[in-house]
Nanobody, 125 residues
Framework: QVQLVESGGGLAQAGGSLRLSCAASGVTFSIYAMGWFRQAPGKEREFVAAINWTGGSTRYADSVKGRFTISRDNAKNTVYLEMNSLRPEDTAVYYC??????????????????WGQGTQVTVSS
């Protein structure tokens, strides 16, 4: 059974930092591209960051470029999202997702095969 479990969400002040983790089980993690998406209240889910199976290729949404960093540890079956210089508009539920045969850091939500349950990030001004 495939499971993606996010952790690390919470409350941060504007300008602060949080580190999200997503632990995968039931999959051969090293063949998966991984992505982070977010959904704010009343808005559609949007792409945040993606990383390919080796970690050698990453993609970011323009809104987080230079502030967020995606990384992975294939030995620990875990993908991370380091979030710095947080802004109130980063407030959302953050989801990790996995795509099989992930040679490319995929930005398209519809191409991902598995999703986590989400973790809330709230940034206060």
């Amino acid at each position: 059974q495939v499971q993606l479990v996010e952790s690390g969400g919470g409350l941060a002040q504007a300008g602060g930092s949080l580190r999200l983790s997503c632990a995968a089980s039931g999959v051969t993690f090293s063949i998966y591209a991984m992505g982070w998406f977010r959904q704010a209240p009343g808005k559609e889910r949007e792409f945040v960051a993606a990383i390919n199976w080796t970690g050698g290729s990453t993609r970011y949404a323009d809104s987080v470029k230079g502030r967020f960093t995606i990384s992975r540890d294939n030995a620990k079956n875990t993908v991370y999202l380091e979030m710095n210089s947080l802004r109130p508009e980063d407030t959302a539920v953050y989801y990790c997702a996995g795509k099989r045969w992930g040679a490319v850091a995929t930005v398209a939500e519809g191409e991902y095969d598995y999703w986590g349950q989400g973790t809330q990030v709230t940034v206060s001004s």
